[in-house]
């Protein structure tokens, strides 16, 4: 039954991935998102829904499973899968199998944290690689402002940059609201395991953590936005 669950999730994985290569950050024949974002593991992962970023690292953790050889039960595949998915199927989800798992609450607060971690992790790495193209930016709109007012481009050349600009930032958009959303999973978690404990607090520092790293992206993004919208093309 898993491995048809898994099989489904690939299935949407392969479809979205798809869509996302002719319509994603741009028509096909249009600019493209920053190589320096698409070619990112990180970025790709919050880019997509929480549907086809779990199918991906269910897909993942499953093979690892497999040729590792460290899953020989349901229940290890289901492990496998999981931390693949972290709450990207949903917190209800989430929740249900890491009960499942873990009937003590202090080892299952403990593989929250960790799994909270990880997505801070993640999410850590697509800020950097996020800020250094935001900045690539802000020098491009900078130059081209200059250009312009000294009508030094031609109005076809600026337009391919600034579609270029709006490529970056509106794929960033795409994963700030992925990273919303799961950010408010976490949150909805961590309710469901309120209790007063060390622990506890932690889960909720972390979740807090990534709370402060996608206001400060989305702070980036906006400052470029602003920028953009000040050059307007007659």
């Not at 492990?79 to 199927?89: D, H």
């Not at 400060?216 to 953009?228: K, T």
Request: charged share 20%; glycine share 6%; net charge neutral.
């Amino acid at each position: 039954m898993l491995i048809r669950i898994v099989l489904a999730l690939v299935l949407a994985a392969s479809l979205g991935a798809c869509k996302t290569l002719t319509t994603g950050g741009g028509s096909a024949a249009g600019p493209q998102p920053s190589p320096q974002l698409t070619g990112s593991d990180e970025a790709l992962f919050f880019s997509k829904s929480g549907l086809t970023a779990c199918a991906g690292g269910a897909l993942l953790g499953l093979a690892t499973c497999k040729l590792s050889n460290t899953c020989d039960s349901d229940k290890g595949m289901i492990t496998a899968a999981l931390v693949g998915c972290g709450v990207g199927m949903g917190a209800n989800y989430y929740l249900d199998q890491r009960r499942a798992e873990y009937a003590n609450t202090e080892q299952r607060l403990d593989v929250m944290i960790a799994d909270v971690r990880e997505d801070n992790r993640k999410l850590q790495t697509l800020t950097a690689t996020a800020t250094d193209v935001l900045q690539q930016d802000r020098q491009k709109l900078a130059t081209l402002k200059t250009q312009l007012a000294q009508q030094q481009v031609a109005k076809t050349a600026a337009q391919q940059q600034l579609a270029q600009v709006d490529a970056n930032t509106r794929y960033l958009r795409t994963s700030l609201a992925n990273l919303q959303k799961r950010e408010q999973e976490w949150r909805q978690v961590a309710q469901a395991e309120q209790q007063k404990s060390q622990q506890h607090q932690q889960l909720n520092d972390e979740i807090n953590r990534m709370q402060k790293q996608i206001i400060s992206l989305q702070e980036s993004v906006q400052d470029v936005e602003q920028q953009r919208a000040a050059i307007v093309l007659g």
